[in-house]
């Protein structure tokens, strides 16, 4: 199944936080329709379906109803048939509320779940002013919504802005590893220990120059469980090695010692490293591999881990972590997490900079079809949140 409609992309408590309305209301609207369908009188029907209640999200966020789609699952765009909307309208509304709750953080969120429910039921528009007083912003552009979403789960104004003011590599690495260390406190007094996934690239040398002395004191490096979410089938001293590369960097400022660390064993045939590999995890963090954080990069192709666009690896559905023998990058022999492996994670973060990355990244983020591995992502939590600078955003 294609993760973007992976139906467990989104199973975290939703039949008890996200509705917009309750199953029995539901079920009396569903009858609605049913007998408005028998009578042929759909016009008489209270615009109550998926294309009302985009209306009122629309309108509340000042976003064109296109804007809105590309946050929405492909799945529930589109026409389809009445009755395929209605029995699709409380799904929607769930996928929309997660979206949203993607974009404005569980806070400001409750405040836009009252007006619109109040709004979906009455099937009336809060007025714009009393959103934007509730929320605080303007919404304006696409760029701003994902700005917003940045902001919003980082619980802070003045990190990275997509698409906006003079943001560059440091400012990606200081807003990508304050909320790091965010997420290893939280992690830390939560269970105790804080269990993440780098990638190799150009990730962890932005990531490392945002490790300020003060961040490292304060998350407790010692309690960290180091993985791979990918890695070449090279010696831990080859330049090609992702291990090497994240140890002179984020582990170097870290301190992290080699007892913390998952590396591959690069002496096995690649199956076998996989294999192991996915042995360590679920052995370290249980049957599922449950990763706290896994940290992503993108290639200029879309790529993440070493999932390449239109590989077959994509559509893996078994393992945690495969092997790749034809990598279309060198070296060919490589392991990955795979997209259930992702699935299973807390919260994942692409990190990536510069100019090279912005067509892709507008593909990734509005292209409703995309099919590139970088849009495929899903964590535990929903959607990836994204660190990126003014280059890669110039063209959301
Ligand atoms: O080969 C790889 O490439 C990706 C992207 O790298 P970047 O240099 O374009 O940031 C990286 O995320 C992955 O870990 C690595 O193995």
Partial sequence: MHPRSSSNKY?????????????????????????ASEAGSRSTVAPDDEA????????????????????????????G?????????????????????????PGRLAALDQLIEAAARAHDVPHEDDLKHELGHEYSTHAELVNIRVNAEQGVDQCTHIGSGGNDKAGVGQAAAKWLCEQAE????????????????????????????????????????????????VAHDDDESNYK??????????????????????????????????????????SEGRLDVVL???????????????????QEQDKLVASISDSPKPPPQRITLTFKALSHAGQVAFITAGDGKSEV???????????????????????????????????L
Wanted: aromatic share 4%; hydrophobic share 40%.
């Fill in 11 to 35: 199973t975290a408590d939703t039949d008890d936080d996200l509705s917009l309305s309750s199953d029995s209301e539901d079920e009396e609207e569903d009858d609605e329709d049913d007998d």
């Fill in 52 to 79: 009302s209640l985009i209306a009122n999200m629309t309108l509340s966020l000042s976003m064109t109803a296109d804007q809105l789609a590309t946050h929405l699952p492909k799945a529930h765009r589109g026409s």
């Fill in 81 to 105: 048939s009445t009755a395929t909307k209605s029995s699709n309208r409380r799904r929607l509304a769930e996928e929309c509320r997660l979206q949203l709750t993607q974009v404005l953080g």
């Fill in 186 to 233: 939280a992690a830390i007094a939560d269970h105790q220990s804080f269990s993440v996934a780098f990638s190799g690239g150009s990730l962890p040398s932005i990531l490392a120059s945002g490790l300020t002395d003060d961040l490292v004191k304060r998350c407790q490096p010692d309690k960290w469980q180091v993985y791979f979410a990918d890695e070449r089938l």
């Fill in 245 to 286: 590369e994240v140890r002179k960097t984020c582990m170097a400022k870290l301190n992290i010692k080699p007892e913390q660390v998952h590396a591959i064993d690069a002496g096995l045939p690649v199956e076998q490293a996989a294999a192991a590999y996915e042995a360590d995890m679920k052995a370290s963090l249980g």
């Fill in 296 to 314: 992503l990069g993108m290639g200029p192709d879309g790529h993440t881990c070493s999932l390449f666009p239109e590989h077959p690896l994509l």
């Fill in 361 to 395: 990244l507008r593909s990734v983020l509005m292209d409703g079809d995309c099919q590139l591995p970088a849009s495929m992502v899903r964590s535990a939590t929903g959607l990836p949140l994204w660190f990126v600078d003014k280059g890669a955003a110039a063209k």
